[in-house]
Nanobody, 127 residues
């Protein structure tokens, strides 16, 4: 079992920045590929970013490329999502997710690839 806890969400003006964190416990963090997803009201949960177990490979949704950066610190059992140049359309609940089954260099973009999920943290971007 893996427990994930997101933090760092809040209210920010358009053009501003936030840094989300996701702390993992219950399993060796370096064995987990990690992903970030978001869900806005009335919409399906969508892929945002993912990072491999080693941290060497990342992938991003087209809508956030160039603005968001996913990173991890295995010594702290934490994955981060640095969000810059935020737009109102980024408003959503952001979730981190863990996949203990993939190889060290693999990243996944589908919700179905992830077995464990955090509780979510709200990000609201005002115009």
């Amino acid at each position: 079992q893996v427990q994930l806890v997101e933090s760092g969400g809040g209210l920010v003006q358009a053009g501003g920045s936030l840094r989300l964190s996701c702390a993992a416990s219950g399993r060796t963090f370096s064995a987990l590929a990690m992903g970030w997803f978001r869900q806005a009201p009335g919409k399906e949960r969508e892929f945002v970013a993912a990072i491999s177990r080693s941290g060497g490979n990342t992938d991003y949704a087209d809508s956030v490329k160039g603005r968001f950066t996913c990173s991890r610190d295995n010594a702290k059992n934490t994955v981060y999502l640095q969000m810059n140049s935020l737009k109102p359309e980024d408003t959503a609940v952001y979730y981190c997710a863990a996949d203990p089954t993939v190889l060290a260099t693999v990243v996944h973009t589908s919700t179905r690839d992830y077995d464990f999920w955090g509780q979510g943290t709200q990000v609201t971007v005002s115009s």
